[in-house]
């Protein structure tokens, strides 16, 4: 190594910096004159670099993973003991359930109970928003042959969508609950009172016609009476909530903003099922009475 004196080691000094930055413009001239060379160098390095960087990498990934675990430890006592309680309610409720589905046999059973009509339906999806006659309406894509009607009444897996206004050749429109058009008698599940849910193209439908001394309580569920006869009682609608004092609302059950599979009800051609239940009374058949068979053993009597 051939010694400097001081004043050359000074005179390097100062040229470094004037060297690095001339380098620089040169490197940004090149990247700008020929960017493929650019590009394929700059790739070069970076697969060069890359198994440095996943040495880098690893080392924290393992020190990450290890302090997860070293977490999830401390965590698992309380995880077991919470698990135990779910695990213990969990039994008392089945135990619950299974008196319950037993007394309900029996008490079928005394009374010999006839199951409601079970009504036919045709599963759909939403294809579209639609605009037109309705502000608040979804265009379903369905298998219209299998037997949709106009007015019939449509739901998904949470609550009440609202009811078929238009039926075409492969698709059927469906006018929603929150539409201005929209007006569904309705009852109050805990004050039992009577109101008129009435749509306004927001989010949210007014509940109208309710008893001014049995007002709408805060949270409780509404749902259908009955009164229509496309429409019956016990479907669930949503429930109270206020906007401001005297003003209550409905919040939908049914996730109108987001439909996707939704099912249309026919409870016009509902057909009832007969319920395996024992101690059903079968009905006679015409033609086969009774009275007729008494008779001829008094005779032969």
Partial sequence: MIPLSIQSRQAL?????????????GIMLLGQADRALTERVRMGVADMLAP?????????????????????????????????????????WYDVAAALADENAALKAHLHWMPDPSPSFVTGRVVRDTSGLYARSVLLAANVDAGIHKDEIVLDASGLVGRVTEVGGRSVRVLLVTDVSSRIPVTLEVSHGAAIMAGDNSATPRLMYYPQDNGPIEGERV?????????????????????????????????????????VFDYGRASVVAPDAPGRIPLPRPGNSLVPSFQSKVGRG
Avoid: C, F
Wanted: aromatic share 4%; net charge positive; charged share 25%.
């Fill in 223 to 263: 749902v259908t009476n009955g009164e229509i006869d496309s429409l019956p009682a016990g479907l669930p609608v949503g429930r109270v909530h206020y906007v401001r004092p005297g003003q209550p609302v409905v919040i939908p059950s049914a996730s109108l903003d987001h439909l996707d599979i939704v099912r």
């Fill in 52 to 92: 440095a960087y996943g040495l880098i990498v690893w080392p924290q990934e393992r020190l990450h993973g290890l302090y997860r675990r070293m977490r999830d430890m401390t965590r698992i006592e309380a995880e077991n003991e919470r698990l135990r309680a779910e695990n213990a309610n969990l039994r008392h």
């Fill in 13 to 25: 000094d100062k040229l470094v910096l004037p060297l690095l930055v001339v380098m620089a413009l």
